[in-house]
């Protein structure tokens, strides 16, 4: 069974500061897609970035960017000049490729970002 | 208005008490899901619809049930609430297709059974 780790309960940045989120997975399968979701007080989930496993380069969207190590299992989330409305839980999670849309979920990370 | 509604936003209930959570959506996508968020567990999944008519038990199942009444309403029943059940329950839809890797969450139910 697929798995998903996020081995930091709690992160915390300076404002403007650089930080790294750390997802760790376990798959047998070679398609896959990983995703870091962010919940915000509000509740909502909304979706940061997504990494298709067939895919060598790293996703980037503006200041968030993954770094992808595949035969690592890993996909850690960098975030540049950490801004207050940064501050969330980052969920990182797995798709199995094909029909099937189960989304797998680690934990969750707490980011904390002090101005 | 939000693509994906979950109603009610936050709900009380007595243990034994049925009670139904809904989600509707408007984004005309056919694959629904429920999925229960309790703190350092992440989100796990309760149930899952492709269509009206398919209907699939997820990794937590065990006394939720659901009900697909159209393309565009899910709704997840708590026959007989017991507090363990308190959680935040988030609805979520996906459109098939390779390319259509994204699921959109409502703003989710937090429900409290005492």
């Known amino acids: 069974a697929q798995t998903v780790t996020q081995s930091q309960p709690e992160m915390s940045v300076q404002e403007a500061e650089t930080v790294t989120l750390s997802c760790t997975y376990d798959?047998?399968?070679?398609?896959?897609?990983l995703f870091w979701y962010k919940q915000p007080p509000s509740r909502q989930m909304i979706l940061v970035i997504r990494q298709e496993a067939y895919k060598q380069q790293n996703a980037t969207e503006n200041r968030f960017s993954v770094n992808f190590q595949k035969a690592a299992k890993s996909f850690s989330l960098k975030i540049s000049d950490s801004q207050l409305g940064d501050a969330a839980m980052y969920f990182c999670a797995y798709r199995r490729g094909g029909s099937n849309y189960q989304l797998i979920w680690g934990a969750g990370t707490k980011l904390i970002i002090k101005p | 208005d939000a693509d994906v509604t979950q109603t009610p936003r936050n709900r009380i209930t007595k243990t034994g008490k049925r009670i139904m959570l809904e989600c509707s959506q408007t984004?005309?996508?056919?694959?629904m899901y429920w999925y229960r968020q309790d703190p350092g567990l992440g989100l796990r999944l309760i149930y899952y619809s492709f269509d009206v008519k398919d209907i699939n038990k997820g990794e937590i199942s065990d006394g939720y049930s659901v009900s697909r009444q159209a393309q565009a309403k899910f709704s997840l029943s708590l026959e007989s609430a017991i507090p363990n059940q308190t959680a935040l329950y988030f609805c979520?839809?996906?459109?098939?297709?390779?390319?259509?890797?994204?699921?959109?969450f409502g703003q989710g139910t937090r429900l409290t059974v005492v």
């Open positions: 979520a839809t996906s459109a098939p297709g390779r390319e259509n890797t994204e699921a959109f």
């Open positions: 984004k005309g996508h056919d694959r």
């Open positions: 798959t047998s399968e070679s398609d896959y897609y």
